[in-house]
Every structure is written in structure tokens, then in C-alpha cells.
């Protein structure tokens, strides 16, 4: 499939457009193609898109003041991603994003998004359940982190998303675990 299929077929779970308003929406869209270890959006950076993962995988991150990585997102195929606070907000990025492997992605600015939310509900509705979605998914990750240890964590992120084992370093992993590398191999080799 291409990416607008790809965009159409994920949209189509939530709701149905018809072709010329998904023509419409889809017109919105930049294709942008980007490489293993580019950067998307630097800390400190205006932050005026959001992103649709089209094939590849992202990862959003901080780097607090002792140069320790945190991982809040791994973004893959048909994932939305971006500084949304930087984005929502018309702040300077707080995280970074950047490409764990070439990535191809449609960008859609807030601006494009805003004007075609007023325009056709659906699409409105389309980001509402979106950003619902979003906001569960980080609910159960904080009570993941709360509640289990290390290893009930690693393996509930595999079982989640399995696919992550083959696309994601060990070291990227044990930064979303909020671990050392070391520690992580520590539970499957003791």
C-alpha cells in the first residue's frame, strides 16, 4: 500500500470519510522521507507539524541535565508523533524526535489540521479519539511504571509490541524502561 491507502485504512477504523473528503484531508499532508539517525524536531526547536508514521520507526526523547536519555515513545507504522506540547502549546520542543531507522512519514501542520478540523467533523472526531487513545495509552504506561517491576514492564512492552524486539536496540528499550542497558541484560542472562 502507499501512504495515502495507508492513512486512508487507518482512518477508516475510526470513521468514514468519503473519498473526496478524504482527498481533501489527505491534500493537508507533506510526504517526507527520512534517514536512520536523522532528526526530525531538536529541543528548542519551533514545532509546527505533527507526523504520521508511514512505514519505519521514530522515538521521541528527553535529555535531562545529567545527559541521561529518556524515551517517551516509540512510533511506528501508522503512529502519530511529534513535541504535541510544543505543537499545541507554541512552545520551543522539549524533546527530540528522530528516526531509529529510514522512515518515511506524511507531516500535517497544526495549522492544516485546525482548518480541516472545522471544516469536516469527522476529521475532528478522527483527532478526538486519537488524542483519547494517547491519553490512555500514557495513563497505563505511568501505572505500568507505578506498579511492576523492570522485567514485568520489558515483558509487557514485547507483548504489546512484539515487532519492537527486531526494530529496536536493546539500549533504546532499557532507556523507554527507564534502565541502564545492563540492567536489562541482567534479567535475561544472570
Not at 522485567?151 to 527486531?166: A, D, H, I, V
Request: proline content about 2%; overall charge neutral; aromatic content about 14%.
Amino acid at each position: 500500500m502507499d501512504a495515502k491507502e495507508i492513512l486512508k485504512a487507518h482512518i477508516a477504523k475510526t470513521v468514514i470519510l468519503t473519498d473526496d473528503q478524504f482527498d481533501y484531508f489527505f491534500s493537508h499532508f507533506k510526504s517526507q522521507s527520512f534517514h536512520k539517525g536523522q532528526v526530525i524536531i531538536s529541543k528548542g526547536d519551533h514545532v509546527e507539524h505533527e507526523y504520521f508514521v508511514v512505514s519505519g520507526c521514530l522515538k521521541s526523547f528527553f535529555i535531562n541535565d545529567e545527559q541521561k536519555m529518556f524515551i517517551l515513545q516509540f512510533a511506528m507504522s501508522t503512529w502519530w508523533t511529534t513535541d504535541f506540547n510544543a505543537l499545541y502549546n507554541q512552545t520551543k520542543a522539549t524533546i527530540n524526535l528522530d528516526c531509529i531507522t529510514d522512515a518515511q512519514v506524511l507531516s500535517l501542520s497544526n495549522a492544516d489540521r485546525e482548518k480541516v478540523c472545522k471544516e469536516l467533523h469527522s476529521v475532528e472526531h478522527f483527532f478526538r479519539w486519537r488524542t483519547n487513545k494517547g491519553f490512555l495509552a500514557t495513563q497505563k504506561r505511568l501505572l505500568s511504571v507505578m506498579n511492576n517491576n523492570v522485567k514485568e514492564r520489558y515483558e509487557e512492552l514485547l507483548k504489546q509490541y512484539p515487532e519492537l524486539y527486531n526494530i529496536v536496540p536493546k539500549n533504546l528499550i532499557a532507556a523507554y524502561l527507564g534502565v541502564s542497558r545492563e540492567t536489562l541484560s541482567r534479567l535475561y542472562h544472570p
